[in-house]
């Protein structure tokens, strides 16, 4: 895991900071944050005009450039050192003895360990960019023949989200999210789209030209039914926004308590269209514990059907 610290130096006798740059300065540190890739940043109380960047560069050249663009160096205000470093975590056993735990992010098993399905949420909107780098991050998850079947519904102003709430029973969480998205799945994709899958997948080389023609015959063949493929790939899709916003700090919860009828009147949505559930998202508005969850020894079979 490639991490560096940025150390930030004041420079003697420079300006000082004013609010703008302070408010630029953080914006910088933000872009790195949507992208995961903040593991923590701030002043020293004891020097107030220096700080220290930690975060997760694929280079040292990389955080070199990213420290060099923070507007706090640009302005002359201070320098930037950067050192590679080594954290301790969990999944590297801390650097010492202990067995290293499976995961390649240094937070990643901790933050889906401590997830809770959040229903209370701080009255702060969800930033329009922050929903589009979420929203590109769910567009990156799996689907079958990479056909991305999805069609969601984005709610992220008052009013879209109070009319989805009373499609939802009036479940509270949802008019108390920042954003709350439809996971809408249209499964004339997996019949219309099957040729532009298909050779997409001939130019990158995993199947033989020659080949096209039975695989968009097969693809098609195999998703006459297409309810439970729609959930499929519709929950999938839901759950890596879910995850995203993990990762940014956001929580969150799936909800699948809506009137099927009520809700696609309210937003033009088609009948051959399925909808795998409601994915909300939200700033945090309190602590959350996690509920408890089955012992694995009860529920998993290595090798065979667990038995129950
Ligand atoms: C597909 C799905 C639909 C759900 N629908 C609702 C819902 O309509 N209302 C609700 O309050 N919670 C809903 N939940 C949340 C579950 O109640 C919650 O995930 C479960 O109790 C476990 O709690 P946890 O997520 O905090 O671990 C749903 C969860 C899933 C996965």
Redesign the pocket.
């Known amino acids: 895991m490639p991490e560096f610290v940025i150390f930030l130096h004041p420079v003697p006798g420079s300006p000082g900071f004013d609010a703008e740059l302070v408010d630029r300065h953080c914006s910088h540190l933000a872009t790195l944050a949507r992208e995961g890739r903040l593991i923590a940043a701030g002043p020293f109380p004891d020097d107030p005009d220096g700080g220290m960047v930690v975060g997760i560069f694929d280079s040292k050249d990389a955080a070199s450039a990213f420290a060099a663009a923070d507007p706090f160096v640009q302005a002359g205000v201070e320098t930037a050192e950067v050192r590679p470093w080594l954290m301790a975590r969990s999944g590297n056993g801390f650097l010492g003895r202990l067995p290293p735990e499976p995961g390649t992010h240094p937070f990643f098993l901790e933050t889906l360990r401590l ?3 959040t ?1 209370c949420f701080a009255p702060k909107p969800v930033a329009a960019d922050l929903v589009r780098a979420l929203l590109e991050a769910a567009f990156s998850a799996p689907s079958e023949f990479n056909l991305q079947p999805w069609r969601p519904i984005v709610c992220d102003t008052q009013s879209d989200l109070l009319r989805l709430q009373r499609c ?1 029973f009036g ?1 509270p ?1 949802v008019a108390s999210a920042g954003l709350a998205v439809i996971c809408a799945v249209d499964p004339a994709v997996f019949h219309e789209d099957a040729p532009r899958a298909v050779d997409e997948l001939v130019e990158h080389a995993r199947w033989a030209p020659e080949e096209r023609e039975n695989q968009i015959a097969f693809v098609r063949s195999h998703y006459k039914d297409a309810r439970a493929h729609s959930i499929l790939n519709g929950a999938i899709f839901g759950h890596q926004l879910l995850l995203a916003g993990l990762s940014a700090g956001l929580l969150g ?5 809506f009137d099927d009828e009520i809700l696609r009147g309210e937003f033009g949505i088609p009948e051959r269209v399925h909808i795998a ?1 409601v994915v909300g998202l939200g700033w945090p508005g309190g602590p959350q514990t ?2 408890p969850r089955r012992p694995l020894e009860q529920v998993v079979g290595f090798g065979a059907w667990p038995g129950r």
């Open positions: 997830r809770a399905t229903r939802c479940q969480q919860f799936w909800l699948g308590g559930g996690p509920l």
